[in-house]
């Protein structure tokens, strides 16, 4: 499985996903943990962070296991 470099505290688990019609082991990273560690430790606001993880990890695919991010629930769903 692939991982992103420094960002192991973020790791929430696995999912099996279909991806390009294969059944795939990925991991799922916790999107505001992922926040914190950027502000933490980069010094970037929650809103550069937000946006630096929608187009550089979201947006960025590195073959069939790219992980996922996840999010919490919005209230639009409950």
Avoid: H, S
Avoid at 16 to 31: A, F, H, K, P, S
Avoid at 35 to 49: L, Y
């Amino acid at each position: 499985m692939i991982k992103y470099d420094g960002l192991d505290e973020a790791i929430c688990g696995q999912a099996c996903i279909w991806r390009d019609q294969t059944r795939i082991d990925v991991l799922v990273y916790d999107g505001m943990k992922i926040i914190d560690i950027f502000v933490d430790r980069d010094g970037m606001t929650p809103e550069e962070a937000e946006e630096f993880i929608e187009f550089n990890i979201e947006d960025g695919y590195i073959g069939q296991e790219t992980p996922v991010v996840m999010w919490p629930v919005q209230e639009e769903y409950e």
